[in-house]
Nanobody
Framework: QVELVESGGGLVQAGGSLRLSCTAS????????VGWFREGPGGEREGVSC?????????YYADSVKGRFTISRDNVKNTVYLQMSSLEPEDTAVYYC????????????????????????WGQGTQVTVSS
């Protein structure tokens, strides 16, 4: 079965941390650029962070999460992670990961293309709730 599956969401107090995982099945995730997106209670989806294919040496972060979130990948585990620290109530959202071969740059993937774009693969989402 070819799919992306997110995990690691949950309820955490403000200032806490969570690590989200995006695991691919049925295809080699290392070939793909991967992005994390979130959709808050208002229903607007936004790009959070993106990582380059292969060794993941290039990353992109939205201004709202810079210095608090870290994206990384483990190609052996076919997984991309989003380490979230110093969480704020405003980070409450459903977090999705997406993988794509075609997008030229991380900035385009994370900040330019509409975040509901039909990437090659989308996960089903994982809920993150940050209480104040």
């Amino acid at each position: 079965q070819v799919e992306l599956v997110e995990s690691g969401g949950g309820l955490v107090q403000a200032g806490g941390s969570l690590r989200l995982s995006c695991t691919a099945s049925g295809f080699p995730l290392n070939l793909y650029r991967v992005g994390w997106f979130r959709e808050g209670p208002g229903g607007e989806r936004e790009g959070v962070s993106c990582i380059s294919s292969s060794d993941g040496s290039s990353t992109y972060y939205a201004d709202s999460v810079k210095g608090r979130f870290t994206i990384s990948r483990d190609n052996v585990k076919n997984t991309v992670y989003l380490q979230m620290s110093s969480l704020e109530p405003e980070d409450t959202a459903v977090y999705y990961c997406a993988a794509d071969l075609r997008i030229a740059t991380l900035e385009i993937m994370c900040a330019v293309i509409p975040p509901n774009y039909e990437y090659d693969y989308w996960g089903q989402g994982t809920q993150v709730t940050v209480s104040s």
